[in-house]
């Protein structure tokens, strides 16, 4: 299967990575990278092909994958479509719907939309794909299989449940940071050095993410566990409680997935 990634950025990087980590050959890969910075750092870690710009030799590839910015995408479309033919084109550009695309593209409709999120970058994402009526089974298993290289895959079956995953999973990771900033900060204010706070506050977000995933139990149930009657635990958590911090984390996840709606409106106007 021979991939073509138009936009060489970190998240191209990170499949082309884990592309590579599971026997795909980097002959078989090619890029479209505008900045020859960026161009000459794919050649010399991954050894694959690159080009500054788009052209016929895109044609023969099976699966492109769309992995520029947002604001890029129709004049990227532009460049494509009179190159399209059967190949499945694959987008990560956050808020692009399918119908934009598709419009972009001249009536191009074997497409996949995918939200992956940063965690990407160390092989450890997840990932959520929302699949064209004319995609295949075939196709999604290819979709899956790429996106699967850097981390967890899901399908969602309407797109618009594509702009949840984008406040729960796409942002989400700056959330779980804020948390840590925070966590951080309370344990310097505590008299714990920097490295400490940083090493306890990382660790126990790390093992505590680890049980929920592994125990398969509802963290409501883990949280209770850990909650002794008249505990340490159980003060702070009647403190989080008195401040809203659970309502005011799903308000924002709220006001997240509005903003990815807006923006879904916004960029398909262009």
């Not at 972009?104 to 992956?116: A, K």
């Not at 993410?209 to 125990?215: H, I, K, Q, V």
């Not at 340490?232 to 008195?242: F, I, Q």
Request: net charge neutral; glycine share 10%; with cysteine.
């Amino acid at each position: 299967m021979k991939i073509a990634f138009v936009g060489g950025g970190n998240m191209a990087g990170a499949l082309i990575g884990g592309l590579l980590q599971k026997g795909y050959a980097a002959a078989d890969i090619n890029v479209v990278e505008v900045e020859p910075v960026a161009r000459a750092r794919l050649v010399s870690r991954f050894g694959v092909l690159c080009s500054a710009a788009i052209d016929g030799e895109i044609a023969g590839r099976d699966v492109i994958v769309l992995a520029v910015k947002p604001q890029q995408l129709r004049a990227v479309a532009g460049a494509l479509r009179s190159l399209l033919a059967s190949q499945l084109v694959i987008s990560i550009a956050a808020g692009i719907r399918s119908a934009d695309l598709t419009r972009w593209l001249g009536g191009y409709v074997r497409l996949v939309r995918v939200m992956p999120n940063t965690p990407a970058l160390v092989l450890a994402g997840v990932s959520a794909l929302y699949a064209a009526t004319a995609v295949s089974d075939a196709e999604r298993r290819i979709a899956e299989q790429i996106l699967g290289t850097v981390g967890a895959t899901l399908w969602v079956e309407r797109e618009e449940l594509m702009d949840a995953v984008t406040a729960v999973s796409g942002s989400g990771p700056a959330y779980v940071f804020y948390f840590l900033e925070a966590l951080e900060q309370a344990g310097r204010d505590l008299g714990l050095s920097a490295a400490q706070a940083r090493l306890l506050s990382l660790e126990t977000f790390h093992g505590a993410t680890r049980l929920a995933r592994d125990s398969g139990e509802e963290p409501a149930l883990l949280r209770a566990r850990v909650t002794s009657k008249g505990g340490t635990t159980e003060r702070a958590l009647e403190s989080m409680e008195r401040g809203r911090v659970k309502a005011l984390v799903v308000e924002a996840v709220r006001e997240a997935a509005q903003r990815s709606r807006e923006l879904g409106d916004e960029l398909g106007q262009v």
